[in-house]
């Protein structure tokens, strides 16, 4: 049976990122996981050409240069900006809410001034 300096139980970011850190000096790994795909909680998969992530939509953001630099050896990022908004009533209101949603929704100023 072939011998691993390292089992790890993980096939997610933190498994992969330590096995490959491991691999580069030297040591051997065997990554296992209970899912039938690697990756973790940010596996995504193609559909008609569609991206679509299996447990939820992920963004990567960091303002970290060295966690940006160590990533970017790995995938090219392109410059989405996550801009999301809600419907409500006929108008578009920006997420997260702040009070200015407060105040157009349902005009007041500040949070005393609460809507009964
Ligand atoms: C819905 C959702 C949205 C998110 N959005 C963002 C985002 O926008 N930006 C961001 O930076 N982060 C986001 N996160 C957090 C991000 O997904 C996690 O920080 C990251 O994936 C964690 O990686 P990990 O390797 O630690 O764990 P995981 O990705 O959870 O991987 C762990 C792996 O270990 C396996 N495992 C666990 N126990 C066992 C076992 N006993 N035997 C075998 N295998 C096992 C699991 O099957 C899994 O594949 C989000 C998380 C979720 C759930």
């Keep these: 049976m072939k011998k691993y300096d390292y089992l790890v139980v993980d096939a997610g970011l933190y498994g992969a990122v330590f096995a490959h850190e491991m691999i580069k000096k030297g040591k051997t790994c065997l990554v296992i996981d209970k899912r039938n795909h690697i990756v ?9 050409g569609i991206n679509i992530h299996r447990y939820g939509a992920h963004i990567f953001h960091t303002d970290n240069l060295d ?4 990533i970017t050896q790995f995938v090219e990022f392109n410059n989405y900006i996550n801009a999301p908004t809600a419907a409500y009533r006929d108008e578009l209101h920006n997420m997260p809410f702040n009070m200015n949603t407060f105040s157009k929704v349902w005009g007041i100023r500040t949070p005393a001034d609460k809507v009964q």
């Design 67 to 70: 966690v940006w630099e160590y």
């Design 40 to 48: 973790g909680n940010i596996y995504t998969y193609t559909k008609s």
